[in-house]
Every structure is written in structure tokens, then in C-alpha cells.
T-cell receptor, first 118, second 111 residues
Framework: GAVVSQHPSWVICKSGTSVKIECRSL??????MFWYRQFPKQSLMLMAT?????????EQGVEKDKFLINHASLTLSTLTVTSAHPEDSSFYIC??????????????FGQGTRLTVV | DAKTTQPNSMESNEEEPVHLPCNHSTISGTDYIHWYRQLPSQGPEYVIHGLTSNVNNRMASLAIAEDRKSSTLILHRATLRDAAVYYC????????????FGQGTILTVHP
């Protein structure tokens, strides 16, 4: 099946610094990718929709200036957590669908990135 | 986006069938019903999806009610590796790829 790869798998950073997370579709092209955040023992919360070549669409309550999303190519989207604080510590997950297939196909998820801000 | 309701947890014994229910009474006519499962500290894994007809694949079966307000994921013979959080998700029909997750069902499989 299709593979979505996230990097890094985990990261620890100091409060006030920025962290970049990469999401790559390895064997398909994705016009649209999605970023989720998941706190312990909770479900996935959609943060934003990343669109190749255009601005990301953020869900209500998600600060676009804090969570910068760039989708520069059909296989890469990045999420940058700027000026990270301990409350940003979470599990970040991306997903993508194959643009070459029908709209009703399954989504493929990355393995997630565990961010810890100290 | 379709709101889904699932039991918080379910238990099963190994080798027995498991029926995981999901209510999605507000689902739109074009939204598919997706099921994903997630192991701790991993991204979700696709299980199955469908629109109106029942669906089968190597992992599971999906039984969709005629009125589409509910569905049931069927694992025919549970194994210990099937222990996970199972999410029933509505979406993707009109909003390309956008899936909104509910709380999911924690499935415990006993040896």
C-alpha cells in the first residue's frame, strides 16, 4: 500500500524554539495533505488542510501564525511549530490521499511525530 | 462533517468474531464511512470503507445499515494484534480527504 513518512519520529525542544515536521508521500502524489494533533488518551484533532501551491486552510481555533504549513511539492508538506511552549507537546500526525485515484479512497497516515517541549 | 458515536470500549476473546458498532446519523449522502485503527504511538491504519453496500477485504467486513445511519465493523476472528483503538469516520465524499475523527472504541482482545 501507499506510504506516508513523517520525520522526525520524535523531537524534544526548548521552550521558545521552533520545530519543523516533514510529511512525505513516498509512492504517490498528494495535492492535499492533512495535519492532526493528538493529546494522550484523546482522539485525533484535525488542525489544518495543506494544499500544494496555495495557503493552508486552518480549523477553527488553530493559530495559523503558530503552526506554519508549507506544501511546496506534491510529495512534501511541512508543519513548523513556532515559539513552542510546553502546552504544544503532543503527537502530530499527517495524512494524504493519492491524487491519481478517486476522491473516495482511503487516507494514508504517517507514523506520527512525538513533540516534547521542555 | 459527520459526527460519529462509538462505544468507549469493547472486549473480545482471541479467535472469536468482533462486531464494532458506529452511529453516524448526520452523515451526508456523499460521505463515505471509513474505519481506521490505531496502535499506541502510531499513526492510524486504514481498515475498510464503504458508501452504501456492505464491503469485505482481507482485514474485515463492513456492514452498512440501509438508512446509512449506522454501520458495524466485523473482525471475523480476532487476534491479539487486533487490539487497538478503532475509529469510525465519516467524510471524504465532498471534502477531498478531510476526515474528522470521533472518540473511537478501545478494543481489548483476551488470549
Amino acid at each position: 500500500g501507499a506510504v506516508v513518512s513523517q520525520h522526525p519520529s520524535w523531537v524534544i525542544c526548548k521552550s521558545g524554539t521552533s520545530v519543523k515536521i516533514e510529511c512525505r508521500s513516498l509512492d504517490f502524489q498528494a495535492t492535499t495533505m492533512f495535519w492532526y494533533r493528538q493529546f494522550p488518551k484523546q482522539s485525533l484533532m484535525l488542525m489544518a488542510t495543506s494544499n500544494e501551491g496555495s495557503k493552508a486552510t486552518y480549523e477553527q481555533g488553530v493559530e495559523k501564525d503558530k503552526f506554519l504549513i508549507n506544501h511546496a511539492s506534491l510529495t512534501l508538506s511541512t508543519l513548523t511549530v513556532t515559539s513552542a511552549h510546553p502546552e504544544d507537546s503532543s503527537f502530530y500526525i499527517c495524512s494524504a490521499r493519492d491524487r491519481g485515484r478517486q476522491m473516495n479512497t482511503e487516507a494514508f497516515f504517517g507514523q506520527g511525530t512525538r513533540l516534547t517541549v521542555v | 462533517d459527520a459526527k460519529t458515536t462509538q462505544p468507549n470500549s469493547m472486549e473480545s476473546n482471541e479467535e472469536e468474531p468482533v462486531h464494532l458498532p458506529c452511529n453516524h446519523s448526520t452523515i451526508s449522502g456523499t460521505d463515505y464511512i471509513h474505519w481506521y485503527r490505531q496502535l499506541p504511538s502510531q499513526g492510524p491504519e486504514y481498515v475498510i470503507h464503504g458508501l452504501t453496500s456492505n464491503v469485505n477485504n482481507r482485514m474485515a467486513s463492513l456492514a452498512i445499515a440501509e438508512d446509512r445511519k449506522s454501520s458495524t465493523l466485523i473482525l471475523h476472528r480476532a487476534t491479539l494484534r487486533d487490539a487497538a483503538v478503532y475509529y469510525c469516520v465519516g467524510g471524504g465524499g465532498t471534502s477531498y480527504g478531510k476526515l474528522t475523527f470521533g472518540q473511537g472504541t478501545i478494543l481489548t482482545v483476551h488470549p
